[in-house]
């Protein structure tokens, strides 16, 4: 009998964190034959996920280029997938989450009229434009998918809300699978800049920030530099550690505002072991990321984010994860609290991280095989 083809198509480093455990999983299992298809929505991030995986694409639309618009993404994916699934049907295709590749790849499949299966399925700010465009993209990809790889409970009664009640499956985040390959002691960063930190200096503290999102650059960003640097001077025993989008948009509001302080270190967006090896060495995160809330939970380090609203509300709710937007009193306010406040902090960073155990890719595995053999 011939194998199930399952087609992962990704495109961007979050995408490759969380569907590369999923691929070696699946590729592990003989009732199944599993190819790789990169959008390459992001070249060189995501090439460096891969690679550090292990992970090999059989098709590579390579569709990066300069000054890409969501117009451009979108008909260079729909083109090239179109001519991929033409060329080498799949039975199934998995996308993930809620970029540009995974709705238009998922679009393209529906197309075909080749069933689509979405890996972190279910998430929902309920503001069409905040993430933009990533939940409307989530949205309509819940529409075209047959199968549903919610990662909580909560998940899947935001799809049940929407109608959607056939073929789900809660499996967990496949971000924690990640840790397996990348956490590890004695780990030697990558990074110059990271390489020259010494992390066991006694009594010294590390906060790693991120922001780049559209939403927040410009005023936002510049708010958030400003409380930063308030924390750090107002705490000598504190580094914070940036790793700045390469977006000329965010660069040219950080460096102005941040560069040449002694205690904060601005470096290009580092590969995947840095960050989860930097996050597992910090006190705590402050982010408007949305991977990193389910990230730093499952290492025991708080998470301040820097958003009005989230996506992953089950984080909130477990106590591992605080919405505290991008005014800068606050942020200066809710940090302190965590590096001041003894039992603040510790009621968050034991908190029960509510995203799964590292199990959730041999979970979606056996819901495809078990499909497969439905069929």
């Known amino acids: 009998m011939k194998k199930p083809h399952i087609m992962c198509v990704f495109g961007t480093r979050p995408d490759a964190v969380k569907m590369c455990p999923l691929v070696l999983e699946l590729k592990r299992r003989p009732e199944l034959r599993t190819t790789?298809?990169?959008?390459?929505?992001?070249?060189?991030?995501?090439?460096?996920?891969?690679?550090?995986?292990?992970?090999?694409?059989?098709?590579?639309?390579?569709?990066?280029?300069?000054?890409?618009?969501?117009?451009?993404i979108t008909a260079d994916i729909l083109a090239g997938m179109t001519k991929v699934f033409r060329e080498d049907r799949p039975?199934?295709?998995?996308?993930?989450?809620?970029?540009?590749?995974?709705?238009?790849?998922?679009?393209?499949?529906?197309?075909?009229?080749?069933?689509?299966?979405?890996?972190?399925?279910?998430?929902?700010?309920?503001?069409?434009y905040s993430p933009f465009p990533e939940e409307m993209n989530r949205c309509l990809v819940g529409r075209l998918a047959e199968l549903h790889f919610a990662p909580t409970v909560q998940n899947r009664a935001n799809l049940a809300a929407e109608g959607i009640t056939e073929g789900i499956y809660v499996t967990g985040n496949t971000v924690i699978d990640a840790f397996a390959y990348t956490v590890r002691e004695g780990?030697?960063?990558?990074?110059?800049?990271?390489?020259?930190?010494?992390?066991?200096?006694?009594?010294?503290?590390?906060?790693?920030?991120?922001?780049?999102?559209?939403?927040?650059q410009g005023e936002g960003i510049a708010a958030i530099c400003r409380a930063v640097r308030r924390i750090v001077d107002a705490h000598p025993d504190v580094t914070v550690i940036y790793p700045v989008h390469l977006s000329p948009a965010v660069r040219n509001t950080v460096f102005p505002l941040l560069e040449g302080h002694e205690r904060i270190v601005l470096c290009d967006p580092v590969g995947l072991g840095d960050m989860h090896n930097l996050m597992a060495k910090s006190t705590l995160v402050l982010t408007d990321?949305?991977?990193?809330?389910?990230?730093?939970?499952?290492?025991?380090?708080?998470?301040?984010?820097?958003?009005t609203e989230t996506e992953r509300p089950e984080a909130v709710e477990a106590g591992t994860v605080k919405i505290i937007g991008v005014d800068e009193d606050v942020i200066v306010a809710e940090t302190e609290c965590l590096l001041t406040d003894a039992a603040a902090y510790e009621a968050m960073a034991h908190a029960v991280n509510p995203y799964g155990d590292g199990h959730a890719s041999e979970r979606i595995a056996d819901a495809i095989i078990a499909w497969a053999e439905g069929r």
């Open 289 to 307: 990321s949305g991977g990193l809330q389910e990230e730093a939970p499952s290492l025991g380090v708080p998470v301040l984010v820097l958003r």
């Open 36 to 72: 790789v298809t990169l959008t390459a929505q992001h070249r060189e991030m995501l090439d460096a996920v891969t690679a550090l995986f292990g992970v090999k694409a059989d098709y590579d639309l390579n569709i990066m280029k300069p000054a890409q618009t969501l117009q451009s």
């Open 91 to 128: 039975d199934l295709v998995l996308v993930h989450g809620d970029t540009s590749t995974c709705f238009v790849a998922a679009l393209a499949a529906f197309y075909e009229k080749i069933p689509v299966g979405h890996v972190e399925a279910g998430l929902r700010s309920f503001d069409r």
């Open 187 to 216: 780990y030697t960063f990558a990074d110059e800049k990271l390489r020259a930190i010494d992390f066991d200096a006694p009594d010294r503290r590390f906060i790693t920030l991120t922001a780049h999102r559209r939403e927040n």
